[in-house]
């Protein structure tokens, strides 16, 4: 299994550094008190649930196998950062370790309880998202947007916040101009982010979905893609010589 990379600073910011800080059971605490901000607890696993609000809906049932047995083998190595609700605590960050730890079998496990409005959990959870490496490069752009329009975050701010350049942020955050045929069509990896930045000097949707679909067909490489937009721009009355049937205004089958 691949090792994952450290945190950004979005994430670093919120959790202290706990090496060698003693962990307490809130069902253990016989003083009855209120546990602090930033403290490293153990809570029952049934008294911690997901945030309903989550920007991630799909979860990698693979990826969070083998998170079960790296948990069953050397335990939580990060704990999630939760917060209180009425009778609950809900994950603000950690839903994948909170997966792959039932999965585990664990009774516990431990969290840094926080204490955030919905707009700034909902954000944490977006930076959380985006540190991880298994987001198709829409939805990462779609999740760096919302933290631009919606959370007023500058490029260079989300930039850190992921460690990614800001070159990075703006030339991903581009591929949401594609038209929402060809979107899929990377979502579905069946063209790569390369092949939609080439499409996005043709500026109508329907020429960049037939344009993707040739990419598709004979898999054409991110440089030969350059090479046909280019054509199709300097060829714009006769766009047959750059791409022959496929360009005759007929469905493409």
């Known amino acids: 299994m691949a090792v994952r990379k450290g945190l950004g600073r979005g994430l670093d910011l919120l959790i202290p550094k706990d090496e060698g800080m003693p962990k307490k059971s809130i069902e253990k605490n016989k003083e009855n008190k209120e546990p602090k901000e930033n403290q490293v607890l153990t809570l029952s696993i049934h008294d911690v649930e997901p945030n309903r609000n989550q920007p991630r809906k799909q979860f990698d049932e693979d990826a969070i196998e ?4 790296s948990i069953k ?3 939580v190595i990060q704990p999630l950062i939760v917060q209180k609700k009425d009778k609950y605590y809900e994950i603000i ?6 997966r792959a730890c039932k999965k585990a079998g664990l009774k516990e496990v431990p969290v840094i309880i926080k204490n955030y409005d919905e707009k700034e959990t ?3 959870s977006l930076i959380e998202n985006l540190q991880r490496e298994d987001l198709n490069p829409i939805e990462e752009a779609k999740a760096y947007e919302q933290l631009y329009n919606t959370y007023g975050l500058k490029q260079d701010e989300i930039a850190a916040s992921v460690s990614k350049s800001r070159t990075a942020i703006t030339n991903i955050m581009r591929l949401l101009k594609l038209d929402e045929r060809v979107q899929n069509m990377v979502i579905e990896n069946l063209i790569s982010s390369g092949h939609g930045r080439t499409l996005l000097s043709v500026d109508d949707g329907d020429m960049q979905y037939q344009l993707a679909e040739k990419i598709l067909d004979e898999n054409l490489s991110v440089r030969e893609a350059e090479k046909l937009v280019k054509c199709i721009l300097e060829h714009k009355d006769n766009k047959k010589e750059c791409g022959g049937r496929i360009f005759s205004g007929k469905k493409h089958d």
């Open 66 to 69: 083998e998170l079960a047995d």
């Open 73 to 75: 083998q050397y335990g």
């Open 93 to 98: 960050a950690g839903e994948r370790r909170w």
């Open 122 to 124: 909902l954000k944490i």
